[in-house]
């Protein structure tokens, strides 16, 4: 009873700020003098109008799940790995070098691509987790810092030292390691089949296993679990290990699936916009990948809606942020100690009622 | 009941939050007119415009947007849209929301945008596509030949803007401040350097010319105040730029340097419209004018003869021009620097 | 080479001001043990509301001041959502950073429509000292300013006195380091807290403004350019006193200064390498001096009044 009410709000918590952030999109609509009902249609259809949109929507969601899932999965041990976008970057950037630089083809090519990604985001997230464990440093603080020097350091090999001839930018990854569309008339690459993969999997392994549970112990009371013997540092740093290379494997399967080339502009935002996309999800894997595609759409809907009623983006970037704000805000809600309270007094008002009436 | 309380609660707290934010959208608001919805008749055709910077950054974006304006001004066919700041990875999607909506052409206003540009025109056949300053190879690799390129001439537009520096230069430096390393800026660097280096023999001094700075970016107004700052400190004294908001950000640390001289020493050459008067520092202008270009591609859009081929610009069919001059130039320079755009007119110019 | 050397540091100065504001706020939200990372979102609608609000009224004072007041809004969302609701700080300044850009690029959009000329402001004018202003090197860099300039100075003075000699100020810095006793002690730490809250946004909304009143004469999207997030790594780097932070101000604004001239004078060493430093130099920073004075102690947890 108590987990089915506890799912219950986890679920109606995000849901409710849904709706709100979207009456508050439409109030600002109206005010413009557009009609709400067109946008907001406008921005489902561009989003899942036809196949290709939905392809085009799952896609755009590909990389906010991993970085998502890489937030959830250090999330659920205790730890705040704000470096998402860093890890994301650094493992796309050492994706691409590695093709480009041995010059493998075909599938051995991706193969290479998406191993040397993936090292190199768990060695991204080991860094601030060696910190964390040593030094005791915050990680968050660390991480960031570590999202930007990673930014810089692809800047330095689209700019300088792997740049394409006329712009700053790379040259794209050869053709026969480009991965290619799951189906043919629908937009979407495999990279979006790892990301779900990779989803279930967390799901599996931190529902279903018993380290999976010890994980989540060690995120739940630190204190306690070390009183209990769990090396917890270990656990720690797995987790900081793990969430680095679920981010690097989504730069460069993203890299492979529809960038193809390091450019200026790439990947900004989306580890914090994982980040937030995991705390909506309830640090649930599964609901976690569901949230990412929701966001997805709304940023690809958002054009269409600008497009074809000439309601601006941003309005949409507005509605995305209510959610994350009233979202976090209201599940902060639900865990105070006052609302606890207040909801215990009802629950045993209502169910002392029922008492009343069976008695008379 | 539970539930419904909760709901109520949340509801209330996070009408709260909302008048916070919605107290600080209206403070900024100020005095605003209503959005300015852009209402336009019955046209036929619509025309889809996308750009990274903003339409109003005083260069590049407001030029490419203000000469489309133009055309479809002019042609009651059709009618505009557009979607501007767009990031990296919005390029296709603004594109493809475009299709979507019946769309017949598209046009976007820089190299950077090839990538997006091929691979929607593969998604799309029947949608017409308008690239500024693609490859020449472009229209002949695009699978569904429905891309077209507009060309102006890279190397001429730096001559035109590299004659007037030569003339201007006192101290015998110019600046060049770049927004990507692009093919054709880096033509327009080249064909600025060895115009200015040309005048300037002629007339009996020597100009040599910084190395072009990139800012990498086209909405950052503080690179450009650097950059400025930074070349007139290594004594450059006429600028020329190909970066949108960054050259507005260099015209503005100009304008302060020479405030601070008391008189006018650094010039800036502004491109691609007239932009005389916006600046104090500017002496001239490089004019693109795409409309005239665009005119036709719109044209031939509706009536059906599009080809995917590559249009080029230059001062002899006049899409290429300079704007006016200031007054601060004196008719001597003025009456050399018209003398040698005829040459370039007339191909003689450095043969 | 004297021209170079006052040049250099000219443009250090110019980098460092914006910078110490937006430090400066962080510095007193963390001093009440709250982490703010909105930083960058404050800064960037702070910075549109002093452009908008100079624009409209022709007075940048009213710009500035505009700022400051919508960057004490918005961050009374996130004050309301850490303090009274204990949401996670870290996660809510992150949406701060998601939700104030997007008011931001909404409010510049409605109110210059589809318009494309370049809109401008005149900046604020610079208050020179006679004669001290002719004194080599640090006359103009001293004497010849922005009142803004001025302002961060004594702002930075006023903070090192507040902190250090102030019981005031003791009692506030308490509150970041043992809520707890603070609480016992009779000092409101919600309040204090509160307060800290409207400090920061009203700094880093003066620090955004400072960028389109007294630096760049028009509006771009992107003006703000992650200042918000070194003023995280300069509050760090300074050790969390005013003049550290002060110094770690101008280390990065000359690492700024450096990498521009870098790549005017075209070596063949990425700029970026330059731009990493002060990202690198925090990490460094920290791992050599360790957690045990990193910082007030109770930054970044949320304070309930029961705890069990």
Redesign the interface.
Known sequence: MERVKKSM?GF??PV??II?AFL?GAI?MLA???SPARAFGALF??AF??A??IG?TLN?ATPLIFTALCACFAYKCGV?N?GGEGQFLIGATAGFCAVHLTGVTSFPGILLCLLTGTLAGDIWGLIPGI?KIT????E???S???N??AT??M??IY???C?D????QTA?VDESVMLPRVIPNM?FAWAFVPAVVVGLLLYYFLYWTSSGFKLRAVGLNMTASRFNGFPVKTYILTSFIVSGAIAGLGGASDLLGTQ??L????G??YG??G??MA?IGQLHPIATVVVAIFFAAL??GS??M???T?V????S??I???V???S??????T???E?KAF?LR??SR?SGKKEERKEA | MKKFLAMLLCGSMIFGLAACGGGAANTSDGGSDAAETAEAGEATHKVGFILNSSINDGGWGTACYTDLTAAVDADPDWELAYTDSLSQDGYYDAMVAYCNEGFDLIYAPGGEYTDAVMQVAEEYPDVKFALLNGGEDIPASAKNENVTCLLPDATQIGWIAGALAGLASETGTIAFIGGMELTTTLAKYEGYVEAAQYVAEKEGKTVSALDAVYANSFDDSSKGIEFANAMIEQNADVFFGDASAVDSGARQAIDEYNEKQGEIKVFDIAQPADFLGQNDCIIGSQVTDNSSLLSLVLKSVADGTFKAEVTYGDLENGVLSIGALSDSLSKDVQDKYLAYIEEMKNGTFMS | MLGFLSNIIYATVRMAVPLLFISMAELYSERAGMVNIGLEGLAVIGSLCGFLMSFITGSVWIGILCGALVGILINLIYAYATISLCANQIVYGMAINILAPAVASFVYRIYFGDGSSLNQISLMKTISIPGLKNIPLIGPLLFDQTPMVYLAIILVIFTAIFFNRSKAGLNYKAVGEHPKAAATLGIPVIGTKYLACIICGALSGIGGAYLTTCYSTTYTEGIVSGRGFIALAAVIFGRWSSGGILIACLFFGLCDAAQIRLQVSSLSIPYQFFQMIPYLATIIVLALVGSKQAGPKANGNPYRKEER
Do not use: C, E, H
């Open positions: 709000t109606l918590v409710l700020s709100l508050i600002i413009m003098g557009a259809k561009g109008g036809s290709a949109a085009t755009k705040f704000l910190l030094r005791g440093l915050n968050m603080i660390i960031i810092m570590m930007y020097v810089l350091f800047g330095v700019t300088s030292w740049r001839a006329g712009m700053p794209s937009r193809y080339r450019i200026n502009g790439y900004v935002g914090f916009d980040v937030a705390l940023r690809v054009t269409s600008q497009v074809a000439k601006p983006t941003s309005v970037d507005i995305q942020a209510l994350i704000v009233f976090v805000a209201g599940m902060a809600l865990q105070l100690p609302f909801m009802l629950t209502s």
